[in-house]
């Protein structure tokens, strides 16, 4: 399932420009049978900057709530033994409240890369960070899963913000990220968030 199409921050002569908008979707999942839960993808803000080796080309944030979880345990628990594989994997996917980041980036230079994660809620309160983490080279459809205890106060009108927070290239140099620059753009969805928190949000 595809989200909405992100935010998308671009820096130019210094400034982070707005390019797009979204706003948060309320999608219908199967489960079993005909049972149904609902998912939210978040709006999402991403945040490039001209210094960075790599890029971010699309993001999602989907967030599965405790309803559609609870559903989906208790379905599992009370039928896995009738499940085929295939329903069991999707109930797998549901069955826990989370928040599921995926991230579309590109670099040809790079080897491994930190993604900064910060999520907002629906007051425009800093809630706290999160950092994905590959190995490999970016690609499309990395992702990664997160169970925040905070993650109910993002619900529906929540905001996620991503950014390239480290690079390994493939020399073995790493390239840093400039917090100011990024707490600058989020500022604009925010009211309570520093440098710091920036610096501090992994």
């Known amino acids: 399932m595809a989200g909405f199409p992100p935010v998308n921050w671009l820096e130019c002569a210094g ?36 210094s960075s080796p790599v890029k971010i080309t699309h993001a999602s944030a989907m967030h599965i709530p405790s309803e559609t979880a609870m559903k989906a345990k208790m379905t599992s628990d009370i039928l896995s033994r009738y499940l085929s594989d295939d329903e069991i994997l999707n109930l797998a996917r549901y ?24 999520v907002i809620d629906a007051f425009k309160e800093y809630l706290g960070g999160l950092t994905a983490i590959t190995m490999d080279p970016p690609t499309t459809g990395m992702e990664w899963n997160y169970s925040p205890s905070y993650l109910f106060k993002a619900e529906k009108f ?20 400039d917090p100011q620059q990024i707490a600058n753009g989020i500022k604009k969805f925010t009211t309570n968030i520093s440098q710091d928190d920036i610096k501090n949000s992994d």
Not at 100 to 117: L, M, N, P, R, T
Not at 158 to 177: A, E, I, K, M, T
């Open 15 to 50: 400034e982070l420009k707005l390019l797009a908008a979204s706003q948060y979707s309320a999608i219908t999942v199967p489960l079993y049978g005909d049972d149904t839960g609902i998912v939210y993808y978040n709006q999402v803000e991403i945040i490039n900057t001209n």
């Open 95 to 118: 069955k826990n409240e989370a928040l599921e980041i995926s991230i579309d980036a590109a670099g040809s230079d790079a080897v491994a890369v930190k993604f900064g994660v910060v």
């Open 158 to 177: 929540g905001v996620v913000c991503v950014f390239v927070r480290q690079v390994r290239l493939s020399n073995g140099d790493v390239w840093n990220f």
